[in-house]
């Protein structure tokens, strides 16, 4: 499976943009990069994915490096309800598992 | 948004009782469902693959007769723990994906915390 590294734990103020790192030097052509965050005492939800164009949605933009082989996660104004743990994971070509790493645990102060 | 469901939420039984946990996709068909086991402040450990109409996919290291999958409907998947003992004890996630979209995201279910007395 193709790795990806993150930082153990980030911290932000509210209200301020938080920019979260992943790096997955052996992503292979056609893996789809995911985030996902996941809230103590809950299943993982899914934040953004994409493949190579930079993405945004309601909760968060993607901005993927052009080689691929690290993107960022920015959150453009955290809350305190955007303290989670983040994972960046690389979806399988034609397996399609996510095989989940570590994450960053991301701390928000008031 | 599509939803999934897993119940119990929490469970607690005795050492040698086997428990079964329910994962169903309540609004949308899910082909493929995956089962990952987390324990305290670790990340998610897939478990398995489970496939409708047919044998689940276990990882390497997931004893299969411990840990039974059934996938019975596009909307129901189960997991059975047999014979669990404490170092069972852990919260228990499914998650599904939209049927025949192989890279849309992963829909996951609350989790399920057992403990085994």
């Known amino acids: 499976d193709a790795k990806t590294t993150q930082p153990n734990s980030m911290e932000s103020n509210e209200e301020e943009p938080v920019h979260l790192p992943c790096n997955h030097s052996?992503?292979?052509?056609?893996?789809?990069i995911h985030w996902y965050r996941q809230l103590p005492s809950q299943g993982p939800e899914y934040v953004i994915h994409?493949?190579?164009s930079n993405v945004n949605n309601r909760m968060a933009s993607l901005a993927i490096a052009e080689d691929r082989k690290s993107s960022t996660l920015i959150l453009h104004r955290a809350t305190l309800r955007d303290a989670a743990v983040y994972y960046c994971?690389?979806?399988?070509?034609?397996?399609?598992?996510?095989?989940f790493g570590a994450g960053t645990i991301l701390r928000v102060k008031s | 948004g599509a939803v999934v469901s897993q119940h119990p939420s929490r469970v607690i039984c005795k050492s040698g009782t086997s428990v079964k946990i329910e994962c169903r996709s309540l609004d949308f068909q899910a082909t493929t469902m995956f089962w990952y086991r987390q324990f305290p402040k670790k990340s998610l450990m897939l478990m398995a693959t489970s496939n409708e109409g047919s044998k689940a996919t276990y990882e390497q290291g997931v004893e299969k007769d411990k840990f039974l999958i059934n996938h019975a409907s596009l909307t129901l998947s189960t997991l059975t723990v047999t014979s669990a003992h404490p170092e069972d004890s852990s919260f228990y996630i499914c998650?599904?994906?939209?049927?025949?979209?192989?890279?849309?995201?992963?829909?996951f279910g609350n989790g399920t915390r057992l403990t085994v007395t």
């Open positions: 052996t992503i292979s052509g056609t893996d789809y």
């Open positions: 994409g493949l190579t």
């Open positions: 998650s599904a994906r939209f049927r025949g979209s192989y890279n849309s995201p992963l829909h």
């Open positions: 994971i690389l979806s399988m070509e034609y397996g399609n598992k996510l095989v």
